[in-house]
């Protein structure tokens, strides 16, 4: 394993919607191998959903960490999809998410095969959200064009403030 680095910088984003296929976990759960989220995304790529979403804005999958019920030790909706222009058409097995507009520390991964890569940035923000304040609104993990090859992919993982 190469050595960690992670790049950190505070934006501000305006709202936007997301159609996704979502489901209920917990942290605990999913460091057991108990959780839902490898499930999530072999379903995503078998079933081909980000083709089956309506009104896309681009090409990018969005990782949703949403409503929390707590904070990072209690459950929270995972969801997987991608930006779009309207919430009109939702698909079944789908929801659509609004994200509120407000600030993210963005933190981007070295670049690496994704399953390592994600799970080392996560724990980094474990450590960072000790010492920092989270809002436990919406987090997401952006996968865009740096993530075509998933063993050297590079993801962008946006935590509310």
């Keep these: 394993m190469s050595q960690l680095k992670i ?13 996704g296929k979502p489901a209920i976990t917990t942290n605990e759960a999913e460091m057991k191998g108990e959780g839902v989220i490898p499930t999530q995304w072999q379903d995503f790529y078998q079933a081909q959903l980000l083709e089956k979403i309506p009104n896309k804005k681009n090409s990018i999958i969005l990782a949703l960490y949403t ?14 999809g991608t930006e779009v222009s ?3 058409e939702v698909p079944n097995g789908m929801k659509s998410f609004s994200i ?3 600030h993210y520390k963005v933190f981007t991964t070295r670049k690496g095969p994704v399953n390592e890569v994600v799970v080392e940035t996560w724990q980094y923000i474990w450590e960072w959200s000790k010492t920092n304040e989270r809002a436990f609104l919406t987090d997401f993990e ?12 590079q993801v962008d993982i946006y935590i509310s403030i």
């Design 7 to 19: 790049e950190n910088k505070i934006c501000k984003m305006e709202s936007f919607n997301v159609i």
């Design 86 to 88: 309207n919430i009109n």
């Design 142 to 153: 952006l996968y865009d064009e740096r993530c075509a090859d998933p063993e050297n992919a």
């Design 67 to 80: 409503d929390y019920q707590s904070d990072e030790t209690g459950p929270y909706t995972f969801a997987i």
């Design 100 to 102: 509120p507009e407000g």
